[in-house]
């Protein structure tokens, strides 16, 4: 199946900090990707639907502002954690689509001290 | 209501058993439907599409019901291996392809 990596796997950082987050589609192009997040023992929820040369579509309550998703190229979409405090620590994932099929990253655990 | 809801579980399960998941879904013009699995601290891996002529690989069978709005996903002659959290995944309909995960049913079998 198609591949899907994230950068970093896993990363602490201080309260206030930014932390950046890549996902790449490694062997196909990605016009959109998903970035989500799980809470333990929570579901994933999705964020945000970043969209290669346009803005991102944030779902209801996910602040654009905190959470900076930049999708440059058909390859690469970042997102940005911006002035992390510890209630953003959680599990990011990202996944791209092909043909209806979901490809996941392999997901960045974020420690907010 | 929630867009796609399943029971969490956990469900314990013998080693050999038949074990039996369902999920239900709001949006009546929903697309796609998988069965994705998750371990612990592991990202979600596609286990299954579900076809409304139902689809099976192996000890898996998953079936859509249109009209009642959920599918099934059925695991036949259980291993230790299957302990897992199965996950719920319906796609909307349109360019826009958003993906709802249901919040996962949670199955342990035991030896």
Same mark, same amino acid.
């Given at each position: 199946?198609? %591949? +899907?990596?994230?950068?970093?796997?896993? %990363?602490?950082?201080?309260?206030? @900090?930014? +932390?950046?987050?890549?996902?790449?589609?490694?062997?196909?192009?990605? @016009?959109?990707?998903?970035?989500?997040?799980?809470? #333990?023992?929570?579901?994933?929820?999705?964020?945000?639907?970043?969209?290669?040369?346009?803005?991102? @579509?944030?779902?209801?309550? +996910?602040?654009?502002?905190?959470?900076?998703?930049?999708?440059?190229?058909?390859?690469?979409? @970042?997102?940005? %954690?911006?002035?992390?405090?510890?209630?953003?620590?959680?599990?990011?994932?990202?996944?791209?689509?092909?043909?209806?099929?979901?490809?996941?990253? #392999?997901?960045?655990?974020?420690? %907010?001290? | 209501?929630?867009?796609?809801?399943?029971d969490p579980g956990p469900f314990n399960v013998p080693e050999g058993a038949t074990?039996?998941? !369902? *999920?239900?879904? /709001? $949006?009546?013009?929903?697309?796609?439907?998988?069965?994705?699995?998750?371990? *612990?601290?592991?990202?979600? &891996?596609?286990?299954? /599409?579900?076809?409304? /002529? =139902? $689809?099976?690989?192996?000890?898996?069978?998953?079936?859509? !019901?249109?009209?009642?709005?959920?599918?099934?996903?059925?695991?036949?002659?259980? &291993?230790?291996?299957?302990?897992?959290?199965?996950?719920?995944?319906?796609?909307?309909? =349109?360019?826009?392809? &958003?993906?709802?995960?249901?919040?996962?049913?949670?199955?342990?079998?035991?030896?």
């Open positions: 199946g198609a %591949v +899907v990596s994230q950068h970093p796997s896993r %990363v602490i950082c201080k309260s206030g @900090t930014s +932390v950046k987050i890549e996902c790449r589609s490694l062997d196909f192009q990605a @016009t959109t990707m998903f970035w989500y997040r799980q809470f #333990p023992k929570q579901s994933l929820m999705l964020m945000a639907t970043s969209n290669e040369g346009s803005k991102a @579509t944030y779902e209801q309550g +996910v602040e654009k502002d905190k959470f900076l998703i930049n999708h440059a190229s058909l390859t690469l979409s @970042t997102l940005t %954690v911006t002035s992390a405090h510890p209630e953003d620590s959680s599990f990011y994932i990202c996944s791209a689509g092909i043909y209806n099929e979901q490809f996941f990253g #392999p997901g960045t655990r974020l420690t %907010v001290l | 209501r929630k867009e796609v809801e399943q074990v039996a998941f !369902n *999920c239900t879904y /709001s $949006n009546s013009a929903s697309q796609s439907f998988f069965w994705y699995r998750q371990d *612990c601290r592991k990202e979600p &891996k596609l286990l299954m /599409s579900v076809y409304s /002529s =139902g $689809n099976e690989d192996g000890r898996f069978t998953a079936q859509l !019901n249109r009209a009642s709005q959920y599918i099934s996903l059925l695991i036949r002659d259980s &291993k230790l291996s299957d302990s897992a959290t199965y996950l719920c995944v319906v796609t909307g309909s =349109g360019g826009y392809q &958003k993906v709802t995960f249901g919040i996962g049913t949670k199955l342990q079998v035991i030896p």
